[in-house]
């Protein structure tokens, strides 16, 4: 769609409800206030939270506090929100805005199939909750979309605002964040590939799937589309079910964060099967190379608190391949975190080429002989188990 609101326009908009804080996690479709949010605009800070239940979390306590506060979001971690907002926001009557962009709607576009069931039921998972909501479609004019949206707010009730892609307006330019040097995503992905024999690959939603699907798609590859922050559990599982097997996690600073906690079931679980590469550039690269919330983490000193057996920190390309080495000889849970910066484009998703049904069958298939039969029939036959 043609552009509803400028950047600049909907930051003042933001302004006439008092708001003092906006936190959330990034979309590509907001590109253009989330730049001028981090370069400072005025009256109006901006918190990048770990994943949109904390972003719903943190508006909500700002607002206990005396500053009324927005959340962004994408609806494909609508289901993040839905427990803060169900059991925190509606029920103590905590009015927050919320701008979700409309992902998958009114139809999710080629090679998005992850955005399907999200982009059908964003406006009736609101209506069944008895949220106000508007879509910034160009049907009503901003103005009164933020009057109304105000009295929803006035009334102690939440309020969400619905943005389609193109109806908020870009801002020329890029955002330098971080480091200046260290490897990139695409140095990461050549050394991984180097390394590696017979291991099986998941790597996280974004750009590092796209890149290891350009660089060396294979049937061993499993690439996340969507789920953010859930790679590293899908491998554990997958590790415990076959722990004849090896399985290398390729992840993400941001990702990483959006579900840290899943490290400690790692951790406590211990398969020796599994290493985990976590990708710290600093960004969102791939909805814009907005700030992550890890500036001042350690994923090294984390996982070995949580209880891997053994991690390190590499910020240069001549480290990389012999690190890996390392982490690929150490018995797991072993994590290798790469401190590096953005890249180039990554390519086209896996799934403009392969359908994510068939990077499920063929990732399994390379596991479990017959993977339609097991999947049908629940899995092993029987007396045939594995334990970690």
Known sequence: MSEYVS???????LRTLDTKLVTGVPCSFFGGPIRLLEEGAEGLRYVPAVNEGAALAIAAGARLGGDPAVVLSQNSGFGNLINPLTSLVLPYRIPVLVMMSLRGWP??????????????????????LEIPHWTLDGQVPFDQV?????????????AFLLVPKGAIGGVPGVTEHGRAEGPDRAD?????????????????????????FNQGDRPGNFYM??????????????AMARPERRFVVLDGDGAALMHLGSMATTGHYRPENLRHVVFDNGSYESTGTQLTAAGRADFAATALACGYRTAETVDSVAELRPALRRLLDAPGPALLAVRGVPGAAAGGRASEKVSPDEIADRFADGLVDG???????GGRTAGDSHAV
């Open 107 to 128: 139809a999710a576009g080629a090679g998005e199939q992850q955005h399907h069931w999200m982009g059908r039921v964003s406006h009736p998972w609101l209506d069944s």
């Open 225 to 238: 589309q969507g789920s953010m922050g859930h790679v590293g559990s899908v491998a554990l599982g997958a």
């Open 371 to 377: 993977l339609v039969d097991g999947l049908v029939d």
């Open 7 to 13: 950047a600049t326009a909907l930051l003042d908009g």
């Open 188 to 212: 990461l992905v050549s050394a991984v590939l180097a390394e590696v024999t017979d291991e099986h690959l998941l790597a996280t939603t974004g750009f590092l799937s796209r890149e290891l």
């Open 146 to 158: 933020l009057s109304e949206a105000a009295d929803a707010l006035k009334a102690r009730r939440p």
